[in-house]
Nanobody, 121 residues
Framework: QVQLVESGGGLVQTGGSLRLSCAAS????????MGWYRQAPGKQRELVAV???????NYVDSVKGRFTISRDNAKNTAYLQMNSLKPEDTAVYYC???????????????WGRGTQVSVSS
C-alpha cells in the first residue's frame, strides 16, 4: 500500500537548521504535488510549502527566505530545508502528497504521520 514516511525532525537552538525528508513508497504510478504542513499545540494545521511535479514552489510568508522545499522525482521524495529556525517554527511537520497508485484511475491525498521539530530559545 502507498504510504508517506517523514524523517529528520529534532530539537535545535534558535538559528539552527534541519532538513526534513518525505519518502513515498508503494506501487506508485506517479507522485504529483507534494507539500509540508505543520501544526503547533493548540493551533490549526497550516501549509508551510508546496512543490508541483514540475518544480514550482509556494511558501507561507513566515518561512520565505528561510525554508526551501525540493523534490527528487526519481526517489519519490520531498525535502524541506529549514534554516534560521525560530521558536515559532516549533510544531509537528506533516508531509502531504497527491499520488496516483498504479492501476488506479484517480489520485488521492496521502499524509505522513508527522515528525516533531522543536526550536529552543
Amino acid at each position: 500500500q502507498v504510504q508517506l514516511v517523514e524523517s529528520g525532525g529534532g530539537l535545535v537552538q534558535t538559528g539552527g537548521s534541519l532538513r526534513l525528508s518525505c519518502a513515498a513508497s508503494g506501487i506508485i504510478f506517479s507522485v504529483n504535488a507534494m507539500g509540508w504542513y505543520r501544526q503547533a499545540p493548540g493551533k490549526q494545521r497550516e501549509l508551510v510549502a508546496v512543490i508541483s511535479s514540475g518544480g514550482g514552489t509556494n511558501y507561507v510568508d513566515s518561512v520565505k527566505g528561510r525554508f526551501t522545499i525540493s523534490r527528487d522525482n526519481a526517489k519519490n521524495t520531498a525535502y524541506l530545508q529549514m534554516n534560521s529556525l525560530k521558536p515559532e517554527d516549533t510544531a509537528v511537520y506533516y508531509c502531504n502528497a497527491k499520488i496516483l497508485p498504479l492501476g488506479v484511475k484517480y489520485e488521492s491525498d496521502y499524509w505522513g504521520r508527522g515528525t516533531q521539530v522543536s526550536v529552543s530559545s
